[in-house]
């Protein structure tokens, strides 16, 4: 052999490798977002901000040298729908973790799919139920009622408000919030002296407000995601009604604001900090992640970020870092997230164990009010 050729030899077979490292096949992860539909107020910030996430991993040479492949579909909120499409992912497109879906209703419905499939499903929704009790594929980024359900009684039982009014949406949302909102009453020493529901495409609920001024009640808490909870607010304001009203998690965003217009003013809710991220104080342990995604949001799509994009900013990180981690199978990713600890995300510091896939403590939400259009924290 000429050993004068060994260097240009050598030099080809480097770069034949390092080709091949680059035109490996990329990571694919499938997302299921109500894109469209009832529930795009949730789904469009979640799509935006896991495309963005993508973009910018990629971008950065992607994780351990292989780009992320996002594959989104849109659900349109439909229960049906997402389990198609989650069986497409899962059998077609072959990804190795799902994020979404959007709501409590279609996450309950694609469970057995992902179950059935051995692929990893981090939800965006907030319905206790999800990950309790616990199933082996499937975790959460959203913040769980139960803890949204504690925060509101905690502070009414400072303030001294025993006697409190429910009225929660029909759907799958509102009934695991409606089970908390009645179990943990007693606890904090709540009694619930109106009990009511509406549908999710009901455009007037002056009947069940009259219902509720006319009883001893305190408190009036909403449980429902928009556009219901803004027809609440303008019922309560054009009935004239004063007892202090508290909606759900599930409308932490400026779009309820929008919604609500003049009828928001005053109404407080159990939010993740996103919403008031400049409020925080530096030594805040999630402040400099916060800061980062409304800042970047704001770059992309000329828009706040919010507390539900920050649900899917959470869980294609979450993926990221167990592929990091040296995972690259959908078992190594669930065994990964399963592993995690001391994340700290848009939603909360996130800490997953064998017995807990939702990973958040009461710390993830702060309760919030309208002013002058926009969210305070209450102190």
């Given amino acids: 052999m000429n050993f004068k050729v060994m260097p240009f030899v050598m030099a080809a077979v480097t770069l034949l490798f390092s080709a091949n490292v680059f035109a490996a096949a990329p990571i694919r992860i499938g997302a299921l977002f109500a894109v469209t539909g009832p529930a795009a107020f949730l789904g469009e910030p979640e799509r935006n901000t896991a495309k963005m996430v993508v973009?910018?991993?990629?971008?950065?040479?992607?994780?351990?040298?292989?780009?992320?492949?996002?594959?989104?579909?849109?659900?349109?909120?439909?229960?049906?729908?997402?389990?198609?499409?989650?069986?497409?992912?899962?059998?077609?497109?072959?990804?190795?973790a799902i994020i979404g879906p959007s709501t409590t209703g279609e996450t309950m419905a694609v469970i057995p799919v992902v179950e059935r499939g051995h692929v990893p499903l981090i939800s965006c929704s907030a319905g206790s139920k999800i990950t309790d009790p616990v199933k082996r594929w499937v975790f959460k980024t959203a913040q769980n009622d139960s803890l949204a359900v504690g925060?509101?009684?905690?502070?009414?039982?400072?303030?001294?408000?025993?006697?409190?009014?429910?009225?929660?949406?029909?759907?799958?949302?509102?009934?695991?919030?409606?089970?908390?909102?009645?179990?943990?009453?007693?606890?904090?020493?709540?009694?619930?002296?109106?009990?009511?529901?509406?549908?999710?495409?009901?455009?007037?609920?002056?009947?069940?407000?009259?219902?509720?001024?006319?009883?001893?009640t305190q408190a009036i808490i909403c449980w429902g995601t928009n556009p219901g909870p803004a027809v609440i607010a303008k019922n309560a304001q054009q009935l004239g009604i004063k007892t202090p009203l508290f909606m759900s998690h599930g409308v932490s965003s400026k779009k309820f604001i929008e919604l609500a217009g003049d009828a928001a003013e005053g109404i407080r809710l159990p939010s993740g900090k996103v919403v008031v991220a400049d409020m925080l104080p530096a030594s805040d342990k999630q402040k400099k992640s916060l800061m980062a995604f409304v800042r970047d949001y704001k770059k992309h799509y000329n828009a706040e970020g919010d507390h539900f994009g920050g649900h899917a900013w959470d869980a294609v990180m979450l993926v990221r870092n167990a592929i990091n981690n040296g995972a690259f199978t959908a078992a190594a990713i669930r065994d990964q997230l399963e592993s995690t600890r001391g994340f700290a995300g848009i939603g909360g510091n996130f800490n997953y164990s064998p017995q807990d896939h939702a990973g958040l403590g009461k710390d993830a939400f702060v309760l919030v009010e309208v002013k002058n259009k926009d969210w305070m924290i209450v102190k």
């Fill in 55 to 96: 973009d910018e991993i990629n971008r950065a040479g992607g994780v351990r040298g292989q780009k992320l492949e996002l594959i989104v579909y849109d659900t349109s909120g439909d229960a049906t729908k997402a389990v198609q499409l989650a069986t497409k992912l899962i059998k077609d497109d072959k990804v190795v």
């Fill in 151 to 216: 925060r509101i009684y905690e502070y009414l039982q400072k303030t001294k408000q025993t006697n409190v009014s429910i009225l929660t949406v029909s759907d799958g949302f509102g009934a695991s919030g409606r089970e908390q909102l009645k179990s943990q009453a007693a606890r904090y020493g709540i009694t619930i002296v109106s009990d009511d529901t509406y549908g999710p495409k009901d455009t007037d609920m002056t009947a069940q407000l009259t219902k509720m001024r006319g009883s001893r």
